[in-house]
């Protein structure tokens, strides 16, 4: 927002109602808010320098972590189901993704966070896939325009999916589940491809966060089972009840664990 | 969260489902998973390390800044009312300020946040008061502790206000209001001095925030009128549409700005 210095001072008002005030004090307000806009502009100057400096900081970063991501994601491809074990692992993901996309995701190879050179413009993340049965597409791409830069309006974009005739999960999904009568969790979004084919909210996008800030960070601890179940198990016969809310969310998923807890027992 | 490379994957689940693995392939999944591990520490590393450089940046800069804000604060004081009027005019606090504590701030001669050495660590926000008929104090400091540092719990605490007599307004006030029947506006805090002495809640302080992350960085911006309303003044008898619905909600004040607006007119 552009300012001017303007003698229309809102405190007009105030001023008015308090004793006439001589020349040489309202002269002298008039010279210290000359004196307070340079003042302030020399602050606005360090601020936008301290911007920069920490931009430099996270592009630096951003180059140093680059080799390491790629290695991480050779490694990872030499563990079968990683990426959707993790997925499903992870608390707030887990929630958008259906059974039948689950196994459409058992043939993610490989996700990768790309950010934009300005990290503050934007972000892409991708997702490669094996040849699988329900798409044609190699190489699923949701973009984020953020527009810091240029004061562009944020967009997101996603790659058009070519499903494979009747293997579209966005249209037949939806359908099950209505005839299923299934309630709605209480989300943004209801399935995993509803999200990434919807660009409606670029900069509300909370399962594009999710993924870049949290997920790509550090997948392989939501591809681990998290220290707290291990102790819960054990701990004398212990249920769990610490996370008993998280399972209760999940009742729909409790064939998926069973074996997990047979195993368990 | 610490995290265990354990041969116990929630995975083990779908991995038991599919045809069995020779050993060769189990071997190499293990030895992926190490190597995965172990790329991640660098990530981790790497992460931490740019943390504390970004840390560095904003340390180095709060430097920087302060012998401004000190000068500012000096000018500042040579504008009588000028703190009570950018609160008056930030769109947020002034939805906090009572009348009578909008009097009673008229005696604010200076304000000032402290940034901790860690910033991430807390900061101290100081009112500054000279003589005036409500309290004895001549400085009301509200102190963040938010224990970044050592994992502490978060804890505000403020200054004990040694009222005069009668004149304890968070006393005086909710009495006034709930006598006249005023609905609550819909904010967390209901005047100026209950969110100063209020500390139940202090990661969640949104008006401290306003005032350290909005106000403290360009305090002048609201103590002159927004060019958006000179502007209306410049249009043809334009009665400010735009931020009519702001006005709406300020009805109350009205009497306020009366002056004003014969000035207007």
Redesign the interface.
């Known amino acids: 927002?552009?300012?001017?210095?303007?003698p229309?001072?809102?405190?007009?008002?105030?001023?008015?109602?308090k004793p006439k005030k001589s020349m040489d004090a309202l002269e002298?307000?008039s010279e210290?808010?000359e004196?307070?806009?340079s003042?302030?502009n020399?602050?606005?100057a360090?601020?936008e320098?301290?911007s920069e400096?920490?931009l430099q900081?996270?592009q630096k970063?951003n180059a140093?972590?680059k080799p390491?991501?790629q290695?991480?994601n050779e490694?990872?491809q030499?563990?079968?189901?990683f990426w959707v074990?993790a997925i499903?692992?992870h608390p707030q993901l887990s929630r958008i993704l259906e059974e039948e996309e689950e196994e459409c995701l058992q043939f993610l190879d490989k996700l990768e966070v790309e950010e934009h050179e300005n990290i503050k413009s934007g972000y892409w993340i991708n997702f490669y896939f094996d040849e699988n049965p329900y798409f044609e597409n190699k190489v699923l791409t949701k973009k984020f325009n953020l527009g810091a830069v240029n004061n562009e309006t944020p967009v997101s974009t996603s790659t058009p999916i070519k499903w494979n005739p009747d293997r579209d999960l966005t249209k037949t999904l939806p359908k099950k589940m209505a005839a299923a009568g299934r309630r709605k969790r209480h989300l943004q979004y209801r399935t995993f491809f509803e999200w990434f084919t919807d660009n409606n909210d670029p900069i509300n996008d909370d399962i594009a966060e999710l993924i870049k800030d949290d997920l790509w960070?550090?997948p392989?601890?939501y591809?681990?089972?998290?220290?707290v179940e291990?102790e819960q198990?054990d701990d004398e016969d212990g249920e769990g009840e610490d996370d008993f809310g998280e399972e209760a969310d999940e009742e729909e998923e409790a064939e998926?664990?069973?074996?997990?807890e047979e195993?368990a027992s």
Do not use: G, H, W
Not at 8 to 17: E, I, L, Y
Not at 223 to 227: A, G, K, R, W
């Open positions: 927002k552009q300012l001017q210095v303007t229309a001072f809102r405190n007009m008002a105030s001023v008015a109602k002298d307000e210290a808010l004196a307070l806009d003042c302030q020399e602050i606005d360090l601020n320098k301290a400096e920490i900081v996270e970063y140093l972590r390491y991501y290695k991480r490694i990872i030499r563990i079968p189901s074990t499903v692992n960070l550090n392989l601890q591809y681990l089972v998290p220290d291990v198990e998926e664990v069973e074996d997990e195993k």
